[in-house]
């Protein structure tokens, strides 16, 4: 039966059936979490219906061998106070404050991240920090304009040396594209603090304006990242989450989202709909209603994958950083991060792991390498960087996780746009998320979002 056929037990006068006066919430991820933790609040009748068997999405902690690590080198910076007190609520003492900044291994050393000049001017030596400088201050006389791409700015924010070394190449193995063909918004807020007023303060102010622009304070759960998606569906409610429930269609008159199809044959009338689903995903359903442009729009999204890779280690500690970024080619990986430097608690006394991200493609070989080999890969690409000797490793494991990231090319606001206003003709449908709306976002950002949904469908309907 197709996505647009209509169900006769979902119609009356009215064109809703009386059982649907409930809000569903598609995707257990952050974002409808945060939506369904809202809607409780705001005492709505709601359902939370997610594909996998937990909930979580790709902010889960994992335990293996005894040790617990995060779907990736997650925290939880300050940026929205009012969100932040909301997790300070859910989790209580077992909120943590964090005070641990990152660095990037390049050619052998070590450099703090977000770039800083001092200890630029000392990774770089005499000779490079000259050129470096020489590059820095042509690319702010000749890069001017908005550039539409990430290389224009991450030029013009550091110049072409210092850009070409640890962004360009980094960017281009997180996210599959040159610099030339990515949006600038992958940059987040990090091409900033590169200047004479950053390098005067820790030159003068020593260790804390270090530490302050280094944005190494955050926040982190005792037991791992996934608490927060844990508190988010225990705040919900048992009864109104649905696992192992995936969204096979959706039932539709043209106006109207009137039911949702679970499972390829339970069918859900629904009053409201909230759909964190990938946008490819829930355009693919909903692809009869759509505009043919829109559905050559949707055709050229697509998703980054990460395959984590952990190496178990029988030594109380390997780094002293939050996250450690690798923009060389040699390595395979964007990223690693030892979660007991987020909390003790990640890993029992004397042993610790080092965790590996690899972005890749569906189709990249990396994607369905046997475990062994990707183990074997990560204690070969990191035993230079002297955090542990070969005796110490005690065997790893492999996570892999679908996408990870919406691939921001350049332009690609454009066809996002078009394909958000061609699914806007369905009044009872909002979209949410990191892939819901194809944009690169953060937990913080996943809670305001859920909370702004809710405070707009109460608005909306008073009653619930």
Known sequence: MGSSERTPATHTAGGVAPAA??????????????????????????????????????????????????????????RDPAMTQVVKELLGADLL??????????????????????NLCRALGLRGSARAALKFLTARLTHRGDGDTFEHHAVRAYGSDIAGRFLLGYSEKLWGLPGSQLCPSISGKRLKGLNLRTFLLE?????RAKSEHLDGRFYYPRLGFGMIAESLAASCG??????????????????????????????IPAAQV????????????????????????????????????????????????????????????????????????????????????????????????PEEELVSLVADKLRGCG???????????????????????????????????GLAVFENLTLLG?????????????LRFGHDAIATLTRISPSG
């Not at 030159?203 to 260790?207: D, H, N, S």
């Not at 110490?392 to 958000?420: D, H, M, N, S, T």
């Not at 990191?434 to 690169?440: A, D, I, L, T």
């Open 21 to 78: 006066k409930r809000l569903l919430i598609l995707g257990g991820g952050p974002a409808g979490l945060a939506a369904g933790h809202f809607a409780s609040k705001a005492g709505l009748d709601f359902q939370i219906l997610e594909a996998a068997p937990r909930t979580g999405g790709n902010a889960v902690t994992f335990v293996e061998n005894g040790l617990r690590f995060d779907s990736g080198a997650h925290r939880l910076h300050d």
């Open 97 to 118: 404050e964090c005070s641990i900044p990152s660095q990037i291994y390049h050619h052998g050393r070590f450099v703090d991240f977000p770039l800083s000049p001092l």
């Open 203 to 207: 030159t003068f102010q020593g260790r």
């Open 238 to 267: 048992a009864e109104r989450v649905r696992v192992n429930a995936r969204v096979t269609g959706l039932r539709h008159d043209g106006r109207r989202i009137e039911a949702v199809e679970v499972n390829g044959s339970e069918i």
């Open 274 to 369: 909230i759909c964190t689903l990938p946008l490819p995903v829930t355009a693919g359903l909903l692809a009869s209603a759509l505009p043919q442009s829109v559905v050559e729009d949707v055709a050229s999204l697509r998703f980054r994958n990460v395959v984590l890779v952990g190496l178990f280690l029988r030594r109380a500690s390997a780094t002293q950083v939050g996250s450690i970024y690798f923009p060389d080619p040699d390595f395979p990986m964007t990223r690693v991060f030892e979660p007991r430097n987020r909390s003790a608690e990640m890993a029992p006394p004397g042993r610790t792991m080092l965790v590996a991200e690899i972005p890749c493609d569906p189709a990249d070989a990396v994607w369905q390498q």
């Open 387 to 421: 955090w542990f000797h070969d005796d110490e490793v005690e065997g790893g494991c492999v996570k892999r996780l679908p996408a990870a990231y919406p691939v921001l090319a350049a332009g690609v606001q454009g066809r996002v746009r078009r394909v958000i206003d």
């Open 434 to 446: 990191r892939n819901g709306e194809f944009r690169y976002t953060h937990v913080h950002d996943m």
